[in-house]
């Protein structure tokens, strides 16, 4: 079997707040959010938490090209509740993307159900047959013309593996630097995929008030 060796991300794992029993990081594009089946990918935001923490569990995930905020638990009764916020989709989060040509409505929403392409994983696909619901709305932020681009801010309602990227591309407007959707003039745009975590809204399980944390983006 062909092992994938990720690329080293030499990036820091910022941590943006920590507690007894939440840690909220800024994910550098280009690292795991959770170690690989093979153990030359184990490093991964997960790894480096735990070896600070001691004890540490996934919430959830980001991809390896996007950056951003995330949360993870310190204690299991800290990922039942957090868990069940994201399953009942009572958080708030939004991202930030640059997406190829103009955008020309002001706000939208795309909604297209998603399945795995299983020969070519782990890329998605649109099925309107087998495909599972997935929304995603968008408002337009700015246009940049020299490189004929959009940067959107986008609220995935859903939260199926890389939704916000075939949505964007279904949509005729993928997203810059991204290897499984765009077309090579896109991808060559930026330096890495422009998709960023930028804000995360949720209630501590402990004191059940609402915490948020926002990350200016490091986009191109």
Known sequence: MTVYVHQSCKAAL???????????VNKPSGLLSVPGRD??????????????FGEIHV??????DTSGVMVMARHKQA???????FQQRTTVKYYQAWVD???????????????????NRPKQMVDLIEGKPSLTRFNVLAYDAKRDATLVRLFPVTGRSHQLRV???????PILGCRFY??????????????HAQYLRLRHPTTNL???????????
């Open 14 to 24: 910022a941590i943006l707040y920590a507690d007894a029993d939440i840690v909220l």
């Open 39 to 52: 153990e030359v990918n184990y490093d991964s935001a997960y790894a480096r938490l735990l070896a600070k």
């Open 59 to 64: 919430v959830h995930r980001l991809d390896m």
């Open 79 to 85: 990922l039942s509740h957090l868990s069940r916020q």
């Open 101 to 119: 040509g103009w955008v020309q409505e002001e706000e939208g929403e795309v909604s297209l159900p998603l399945r795995c392409d299983w020969p």
């Open 167 to 173: 949505h964007m591309a279904a949509l005729g407007h």
């Open 182 to 195: 765009a077309h090579a003039e896109a991808v060559a745009k930026a330096s890495r995929l422009q998709l």
């Open 210 to 220: 609402p915490i948020s944390q926002q990350v200016l983006t490091g986009l191109d």
